[in-house]
C-alpha cells in the first residue's frame, strides 16, 4: 500500500510538473500579481476509515464538515494557473464501538480540525470552466481527545469548476471537490485511520496589477 502511494504521488506530481515547465512562457499573465480570494465550503461531507481491511476497533459516520481559508492564484498561461493559500477545515463524526452481546452501544461524537495548505494547478477550458488538483499539506490541529489518528502528512485533492470573471478583476467560482487527507502520514502507526473529504467550495477572487 506504502508503494501504491508513493507512485499516485510521482504521477501527480510529475502532472503538476509538467503542465508547470511547458505552459510557463506560454503568453502574459492576466494580473501581473496574481489574484487573491476567500472561499468556504458550507456543503461537505467525511469518511473516516482504514486503507487496509480491518476487524474490530468500531466505525466512524458522517456528522458534517466545512472549510474556509484563503488563496492565492497565479496565471501562468492563459490555460494554467498554480494555486496555494491556506484552508482551515472541520470535520465532524460520530464513533460507534463494536458490537458486545449485554453491552449498550454508546455513540460518541468527535470534531477532527485541519489546517492546510494546498499546491495545485488549475486548468482552464471553455472560457468558464476549469479543473484543479494537486497535494495538500495537512496538519491535524484537533483536540487531544479524538480517538482518529492524527492526520498530520501529505494528502491530495481533485476537482472541477465553473467561473464568472468580470472585466474589473473580479472573479467568482463554485468547485465541487474531493480530497484524501494523510495518504502520507507523519507517524509510526501500522494501520492509520484516514480522513477523505468531498465538498463544494464557493470562492471569489480580485486580481492584482493589471
Known amino acids: 500500500m506504502k508503494k501504491s502511494k508513493l507512485i499516485f504521488l510521482c504521477l501527480l506530481a510529475g502532472f503538476i510538473f509538467c503542465s508547470v515547465a511547458t505552459n510557463a512562457q506560454e503568453g502574459k499573465t492576466k494580473f501581473r500579481y496574481g489574484a487573491i480570494g476567500v472561499y468556504a465550503s458550507p456543503f461537505a461531507a467525511n469518511e473516516i476509515f482504514y486503507f487496509e ?3 474490530g476497533g468500531g466505525s466512524y459516520s458522517n456528522d458534517g464538515s466545512y472549510a474556509f481559508g484563503l488563496s492565492y492564484i497565479y496565471q501562468l498561461s492563459k490555460y494554467f494557473d498554480i494555486e496555494t493559500g491556506i484552508d482551515y477545515s ?3 463524526t460520530i464513533s460507534t464501538p463494536d458490537f458486545f452481546p449485554d453491552i449498550p452501544t454508546i455513540k460518541t461524537k468527535h470534531k477532527v480540525e485541519i489546517l492546510s495548505i494546498p499546491m495545485t494547478v488549475r486548468v482552464n477550458f471553455w472560457n468558464y470552466f476549469f479543473a484543479n488538483g494537486g497535494i495538500i499539506w495537512d496538519f491535524d490541529v484537533s483536540k487531544k481527545n479524538v480517538p482518529v489518528d492524527s492526520q498530520t502528512g501529505l494528502g491530495a485533492m481533485l476537482g472541477v469548476g465553473i467561473k464568472y470573471d468580470f472585466d474589473f478583476g473580479l472573479s467568482i467560482y463554485v468547485n465541487p471537490y474531493i480530497k484524501q487527507h494523510s495518504l502520507i502520514y507523519f507517524s509510526s502507526d501500522n494501520h492509520h485511520l484516514r480522513l477523505y473529504e ?3 467550495r ?6 492584482l496589477g493589471k
Not at 464557493?202 to 486580481?207: A, E, F, K, L
Open 53 to 55: 481491511s480491518m476487524y
Open 90 to 92: 472541520i470535520h465532524n
Open 198 to 200: 468531498s465538498g463544494i
Open 202 to 207: 464557493i470562492g471569489v477572487t480580485y486580481g
